[in-house]
T-cell receptor
Framework: GAVVSQHPSWVICKSGTSVKIECRSL??????MFWYRQFPKQSLMLMAT?????????EQGVEKDKFLINHASLTLSTLTVTSAHPEDSSFYIC????????????FGPGTRLTVT | TQLLEQSPQFLSIQEGENLTVYCNSS?????LQWYRQEPGEGPVLLVT?????EVKKLKRLTFQFGDARKDSSLHITAAQPGDTGLYLC??????????FGQGTELSVKP
């Protein structure tokens, strides 16, 4: 299957700082990427849809000023958690949609964010 | 709002037993995906079903998409400890957005 990478795989930051998470599609172009949040033992919650060259679409209840998404190229989307608080600690997962031959959605390995 | 109800949420069985996981919705989906996720990793796609009534088999796993494309099931035959993990169903719409069920935490004991 296609490969999606995330960086970093884990990060610890202090309250009030900002953290950037990268999501890359390594062997296909992804005009659409998605960002999810997952709490322990729970399912994935869609946060936003990232479209290359345009503004992200956020799900209801997700603060767009807190979770900044940028999709500047066909292979890279970034999620920046601004002014992080301990309640932002979570597992963040991105996925990339391959609209080509495979037409599947592939997930990255996730980023564990801990805010102290 | 599209919702997917997945059940059971927890399942603990002995090696060799069979099990079925269900995903139900009142909404029609253009596709239904099943994923398996290990702790600390991203979900890995197992199968995609797109046609109502479709049945796909992956070794001991059988996936079915309901005729009306509103529900799906995953059946595992003769479960093994290696099947342990979180199983997720996700319904897809035309825009590519996935709606996930609550997940099923499966534990297969030797």
């Amino acid at each position: 299957g296609a490969v999606v990478s995330q960086h970093p795989s884990w990060v610890i930051c202090k309250s009030g700082t900002s953290v950037k998470i990268e999501c890359r599609s390594l062997d296909f172009q992804a005009t659409t990427m998605f960002w999810y949040r997952q709490f322990p033992k729970q399912s994935l919650m869609l946060m936003a849809t990232s479209n290359e060259g345009s503004k992200a679409t956020y799900e209801q209840g997700v603060e767009k000023d807190k979770f900044l998404i940028n999709h500047a190229s066909l292979t890279l989307s970034t999620l920046t958690v601004t002014s992080a608080h301990p309640e932002d600690s979570s597992f963040y997962i991105c996925s990339a949609r391959d609209w080509g031959v495979r037409r599947e959605q592939y997930f990255g390995p996730g980023t564990r964010l801990t805010v102290t | 709002t599209q919702l997917l109800e997945q059940s059971p949420q927890f399942l603990s069985i002995q090696e060799g037993e069979n099990l079925t996981v269900y995903c139900n919705s009142s909404s029609v989906f253009s596709s239904l995906q099943w994923y398996r996720q290990e702790p600390g990793e991203g979900p890995v796609l197992l199968v995609t079903v797109v046609t109502g009534g479709e049945v796909k088999k992956l070794k001991r796993l059988t996936f079915q998409f309901g005729d009306a494309r509103k529900d799906s099931s995953l059946h595992i035959t003769a479960a093994q400890p290696g099947d342990t993990g979180l199983y997720l169903c996700a319904g897809g719409n035309q825009g590519g957005k996935l709606i996930f069920g609550q997940g099923t935490e499966l534990s297969v004991k030797p």
